[in-house]
């Protein structure tokens, strides 16, 4: 039956191209856009999973400008450390220097002063963008941003790599200790003295072994307290292998104990021995005895220890390098007393460019993965969203043809009613 109402072949022809131009339109869309989900109208599931994804790439790009600003700033931390360190050593080498008693120690102490205002320079200059690691001004950790954690729940934290501040200053109030030698206690006692060790122990006051291929003398810490000031003195100044007279001292504080004395005393004869290469005397530690030889016979050695306990206040410092305040070598006193004082200044601030290396590398691999994190990001939202441009090319083709198909198709429909006007002639 044929009618001039109703065309259904012309319907069927319509609905068909309809859906063909909306297929087209689609995928011109992801031509245009480059993506196969644009919005959430054409996958919501997988466009929420995108822009989440893609808050994150934008957080992590955050992250790695921090890493970099924070990296800079630990590189100039370490970079100051790491000069200091180096003109320590040479400060060293002017201490070492002035153990010799025939060198113009003012001379000499002018050098060290003129390091020191260096170091101060240093450490004064050691910032960036005003953030100074290595001044003492605070004591406050700093944090740098290292990461945005993301757990199966959705729910965000942040991860931080913390920088501990090093203190590098030179100035700052410091107290010297001192042993003021105004009372004698019984805070060591020398034993063995006498040539190859034999002999009854000596409790108090000089001892000289005088013949021998191997004298020694232990000098045992018996008692400490807080204030208590140690005084050793070594005294040979006879013959060809003279050692001369030289003088150590150490304040102890409440904390030390009676190896902490006599690790701080054998610390100073071992660095004096050490910078003037004698061989002739050697020193040793066990436990709380310092233990002082002699290989060559034919000298005295006189050993004299005492411990006062007149309340003497240990030294103590507000800035990190202010004990190289009182260094000072023109006496033979001061001389072998900054040999100690530079081991522990040096160790300082080798100990501070370590702590920075170490962080700056933590922070290097931290930037490195994060940028990769990103990457590897930003290739899953292009899995998701992006669209595949030769499978949208072919399409694209075949639905332009079908167009052209179905225009046809409903043109030959709309026709067909023409028909009709032949049976009315």
Do not use: H
Not at 30 to 35: H, L, N, R, V, Y
Not at 252 to 270: E, F, H, I, K
Not at 378 to 394: H, N, R
């Amino acid at each position: 039956m044929s009618s001039i109402l109703t065309n259904n072949s012309a319907m069927v022809a319509l609905q068909t191209l309809k859906g063909i131009n909306k297929n087209l339109a689609m995928t011109q869309n992801e031509i245009s856009t480059g993506k196969s989900v644009s919005s959430a109208k054409d996958n919501s599931a997988v466009w929420a999973i995108s822009k989440v994804m893609e808050s994150d790439v934008k957080g992590f790009k955050a992250i790695s400008e921090g890493l970099s600003l924070g990296e800079s700033t630990v590189a100039v931390g370490r970079n100051a450390a790491e000069t200091v360190t180096d003109l320590l050593v040479d400060i060293k080498g002017k201490i070492t220097a002035a153990q010799e008693s025939n060198v113009d120690r003012d001379k000499i102490q002018t050098d060290i002063n003129a390091l020191r205002d260096q170091i101060e320079g240093v450490v004064g200059a050691a910032q960036f963008n005003g953030l100074n690691l290595v001044d003492g001004t605070s004591t406050d950790d700093v944090t740098i941003l290292s990461s945005l954690d993301r757990n199966s729940s959705g729910n965000v934290s942040a991860s931080d790599i913390t920088v501990e501040r090093q203190n590098l200053s030179v100035s700052g109030s410091v107290t010297t200790q001192v042993y003021d030698g105004t009372g004698a206690d019984t805070g060591a006692t020398i034993v063995n003295a006498t040539p190859e060790g034999a002999g009854a122990a000596v409790n108090s006051g000089t001892a000289a072994p005088t013949t021998g291929t191997a004298s020694f003398v232990d000098v045992a810490i018996a008692s400490v307290g807080d204030g208590f000031g140690y005084q050793l003195q070594l005294d040979d100044t006879a013959g060809a292998n003279s050692l001369g007279t030289r003088t150590f001292e150490y304040v102890a504080d409440s904390d030390d104990s009676t190896q902490d004395v006599a690790t701080n005393l054998y610390n100073q004869v071992s660095a004096f021995l050490s910078a003037t290469d004698e061989t002739n005397y050697t020193v040793a530690l066990d436990g709380d005895t310092v233990r002082l030889t002699r290989a060559n016979a034919g000298n005295e050695l006189s050993v004299t220890i005492e411990a006062d306990t007149d309340g003497n206040t240990a030294g103590t410092s507000s800035g990190g390098l202010a004990a190289l305040q009182a260094v000072d070598v023109t006496t033979d006193a001061g001389a072998t007393a900054a040999l100690t004082s530079i081991e522990t200044l040096i160790n300082t601030a080798i100990d501070a460019a370590a702590s920075f290396g170490s962080v700056e590398g933590r922070i290097e691999t931290q930037s490195e993965f994060v940028g990769k994190l990103t990457d590897s990001l930003k290739s899953g939202i292009g899995s998701l969203v992006d669209a595949d441009m030769e499978e949208v090319s072919a399409r694209l083709q075949a639905l332009q043809t079908q167009q052209q198909l179905g225009v046809q198709s409903l043109s030959i429909a709309n026709q067909a009613p023409q028909t009709i006007l032949s049976l009315f002639r």
